[in-house]
């Protein structure tokens, strides 16, 4: 017999180019019962894209119903597109005791800790912010203007990160999984998420 270990969200933020991405990737495999959060989104789908495994696709319609009726976590605009973080996907599987992750804004993530008390907020750092330069730019994706003003906002943002439960340096990839596995492990172990009737139950006498 085992005792029964309540889910909880765990909420990864950091600059544009820290490898949250990345980092989650590498840690979702390695860690039992972690499911990546599914959100919501009016974009169209891709080629190869699953609906309900990739994202919920929703008409701009249903989106704004959504709103309307407080079923986001929380959401955000980007590049003409909707995207939001269901509260009904979230609970469910914390409901069956998995532990959710996912990656959004810093705002959004204040906006999830406010509606979701329980939820741990993880802030990624990259090591020096010369070297979050070089990511960007390795990357090729931005002109140098964009890439500048996304240093400027990241140096900008830094100062909610004692809003954060944890932070974690990405120095090395393999260090910063295993920094965030001790993190997830720590926090599912806590006495406040174990059920007591089943460690009752685990340790009585016979």
Same mark, same amino acid.
């Given at each position: 017999?085992? $005792? ?11 600059? %544009? ?9 590498? $840690? /979702?495999?390695?860690?039992?019962? #972690?499911?990546?959060?599914? %959100? ?42 909707? =995207?939001?973080? *269901?509260?009904?996907? $979230?609970?469910?599987? /914390? ?14 993530? #204040?906006?999830?800790?406010? +509606? @979701? ?8 750092? *990259? ?10 730019? +390795?990357?090729?994706?931005? *002109? ?6 996304? @240093?400027?906002? %990241? ?8 809003? =954060?439960? =944890? ?5 090395? @990839? ?14 599912? =172990?806590? $006495? ?5 009737? %089943? ?8």
């Amino acid at each position: 017999m085992e $005792v029964h270990l309540k889910g909880f969200l765990i909420v990864l933020s950091g600059p %544009s180019g820290v490898g949250k991405n990345t980092l989650m990737n590498r $840690v /979702i495999p390695r860690i039992p019962n #972690l499911q990546y959060s599914v %959100s919501a989104t009016t974009r169209p789908p891709r080629p190869g894209e699953v609906d309900g495994v990739d994202y919920f696709f929703v008409s701009e319609e249903e989106f704004d119903q959504m709103i309307a009726e407080d079923e986001f976590l929380e959401w955000a605009e980007f590049v003409g597109n909707r =995207y939001g973080t *269901p509260k009904s996907f $979230v609970q469910e599987q /914390i409901q069956q005791g998995r532990t959710v992750i996912m990656d959004v804004d810093i705002q959004g993530a #204040l906006q999830i800790k406010q +509606k @979701l008390d329980d939820a741990v907020l993880v802030f990624l750092l *990259p090591p020096t912010w010369e070297e979050l330069r070089n990511r960007l730019n +390795k990357r090729g994706k931005d *002109p140098m203007e964009t890439i500048a003003k996304r @240093l400027e906002r %990241s140096f900008e943002e830094l100062k909610y990160i004692v809003d =954060y439960d =944890y932070f974690i340096v990405n120095d090395h @990839l393999d260090k910063a999984a295993e920094r965030l596995m001790t993190i997830i492990n720590a926090e599912r =172990y806590r $006495v406040a998420r174990a059920d007591l009737e %089943s460690m009752k139950k685990l340790w009585q006498r016979r």
